[in-house]
């Protein structure tokens, strides 16, 4: 019954998609402000019904209704209580639900707190909103539903792949997603932007924060699948180059140009069309990264929940999307008003730069992740382009825009000088020379390039310190004189600060554990060592292990040191009982400067085990660099300039007294 | 700075940006492409040793054999048709078994050996990649319905 009402709660929320879809978008080609007004009880009516919705789904997973196909296919009444509710979005039909109920939260968002924006770009942006609804939804019921049932209802379920029974990948999807969904609201203002033929401060202004959001989650989406594959496939890799990484790596990619070339149109009202095909792009790519995958249309091996079934509606929906905002684009972008000047070393002129390189960058991870296709479909021959490709392309990319992104945050707007930058950053280049002596001395040598990119991140991160002391007179001027200016400066140069550090103590990460990696793998018996980067690891035998819905040997190491014990280490080797699927579970120790790792193979029969150990630098930086380009992203998102003022397009510039909205 | 100078400089710096990306992907896509490859095409014309081939197909019932390191292992991949024998050393992904397609990277030696350097299975037992399944359709040994 509660299925039944989750399944016709969903309909009843299509309906409330094409309203929301249809008349307020006229009312606003024709000035009706009823028809207008109808958008936000329509946005709100839709949150509802697709929470209803999805919370029936959940109660069919949390009380494991075996009735249900799409329950049947994907829990069991063993598994714990966290991957019950996780096994809502571990599978495709769920993962359409929660992608509709995220863009339902973000349209209920614009209906609630959009009541300062002018009525008829309000109107249209949840117009457009709907649209993307309406496919959604259409798409969901007609060829994923995941209310059918299943008759005679068996016993029991088919459990969930056990590698997403994982607290990383649980909260994995639902990250990204938010991610993803985000930047249809950048979209949407694109798209209302374009039909209203006006962009300027405030519009701006509405989509900064919204990028900035969808950015953020992003970021943690994607730095937590990565955290995921190094911690659980047990290669002690963290980014493969897999297409399934690469398709969530483009829209971020891109909306980190978004995010910058926003701040241009809201500070100086230049690069108004730029921004507009931004973020359509930046949108098409998220519903290229949900669908490309899944839709078996490119091959991974690290893909979940995918289904070729649906290939030809995906299509239709993408070229829909895409097709239609870019034509739309083609034919209004031109009526749009230029908008500012700015001479080539300014603030502006670092942004652009800036937005160059990530275009490029996402261009050439675009064509070596489709290029597959396009080569079969040219000639019928299959290829898969590696990890090689990237490195020769995306990263000497890379380099220049990591150099640039010291100096750009220090150049003032409109017009700059560019010795006085970089004379300031001396600091920057001397840190950058010591780390890279450092680097060299420490590894004897060592590749060059590897200390020199090093260097680089230290560069990065010197340089971005600088200019934050520069801001608060840090050790020119007394400690209570730095404190307040600490406590003035906008909450958004903290937040640039926050996320540019964390680029650089990622890159350092991503540099440490490409280069100095060291891997060993090994037949061991019992009471047999393995020797790795000056630590000793004995292997103590394998003991058995009963768990929920599993059985593990469990292999026990004790590691030493000079002769020291730091540490006991007890990787595993699962096999879960329904789906009789064997897993890996590393054992890793980390000190903040780098991870030991463990890995069992398989008994050789002969009383001895593969065991695989690595020893990797800096590789625990990676993710704390991403927590803190997450955290830079929320500081700025807090930033008061962004929810005051924005709707006062006449009276731009004077800080209106109402409360923050958000 | 009138309107024109401003645009031409960001005209030049998008061609210098895009142009550099563009010589870099060509550079790159000469070298890092791995060819997909089926066991009978590899048995129709063996590749030179130093092109990059994926090699995928299901792996042979009652071949895998391990040697006394218990690093090293043998085993044959077939598409029903034809069959080629690989060797690898390290640790075999978790869901490798016998009659499970996978997909192994590497060379093709001279003496008709593949010698793979990675071996992928899907994380999902179910699943067979696309490529394998097509390689079974042209083989003539496809059984299933539909890929999944």
Known sequence: MIIELGHFALVLALVAALLQ??????????????????????????????????????????????????????????????????????????????????????GSA????????????RARVLGVQAWIGIGFIAFTLLTSNPFLRQFPAPF??????????????????????????????????????????????????WVRPWTLLAWSFLTGGIALGSWWAYYELGWGGWWFWDPVESVSFMPWLLGTALLHSAIVVEKRNALKVWTILLAILTFSLSLIGTFIVRSGVLTSVHAFATDPERGFFILILLALAIGGSLTLFAIRAPALKAGGLFAPISREGAMVFNNLFLAAACAAVFLGTLYPLFLEALDGSKVSVGPPFFNATFVPLMVPLVFLMAIGPLLPWKRADLAGALARLKLAALGALAVGLVAWYVNNGGPVLAVAALGLAAWLFVGTLVEWADRVKLFRAPLAENWSRARNLPRAAHGMTLAHAGLAVAMAGMIGASVWK??????????????VAGYSLLFEGVGRLQGPNYTAERARFTVTRGGEEVAVMFPEKRVYDVRAMPTTEAAIRTTFLAD?????????????WTVRVYHEPLVPWIWLGCLLMVAGGLTSLSDRRLRIGAPHRERAGKPAARPAAA | ???????????????????????LVLAALDDSLDLFQSPSQIMAAPPAPERGIRLGGLVEEGTVLRAGDGLSVTFRITDGAQSVPVAYKGILPDLFREGQGVITVGNMQSDGTFMAREVLAKHDENYLPREVVDALKESGQWQGGSAQ
């Not at chain 1, 009312?27 to 019904?49: E, I, S, Y």
């Not at chain 1, 614009?110 to 770009?121: H, K, Q, S």
Request: net charge negative.
């Open chain 1, 518 to 531: 060291s891997e060993v793998v090994t037949s061991l018996r019992p009471s047999e060592t393995v020797e």
């Open chain 2, 1 to 23: 700075m009138t309107r024109k100078r401003c645009r031409l400089y960001i005209v030049v710096a998008a061609l210098l940006v895009f142009g550099s990306a563009t010589a």
């Open chain 1, 596 to 608: 030991l790792y463990a890995v069992i193979g398989d008994a050789d029969g002969q009383g001895g």
């Open chain 1, 110 to 121: 614009v209906a609630a707190f959009g009541g300062n924006l002018p009525p008829t770009l």
């Open chain 1, 156 to 205: 029991d379920g088919e459990d969930l792949n056990p590698l997403l029974q994982d607290p990383g990948l649980a909260f994995h999807p639902p990250m990204l997603y938010a991610g993803y969904v985000g930047f249809s609201m950048a979209f949407s203002f694109a798209i209302a932007a374009l039909i209203e033929g006006k962009v300027d401060a405030a519009w701006a202004r």
């Open chain 1, 21 to 106: 879809g249809s008349l307020p978008v006229i009312g606003a080609a024709r000035g009706d402000a009823a028809w207008m007004a109808l958008a936000r009880p329509a946005a709100f009516a839709q949150l509802v019904l697709v929470v209803i919705s999805f919370g029936a789904l959940t109660h069919a997973y949390v009380t494991s209704d075996f009735s249900v196909f799409n329950v049947v296919q994907n829990s069991h009444s063993a598994k714990p209580l966290l991957y019950k509710i996780t096994g809502v979005w571990g599978n495709h039909e769920g993962s359409m639900l929660l992608w509709i109920l995220i863009l339902s939260v973000f």
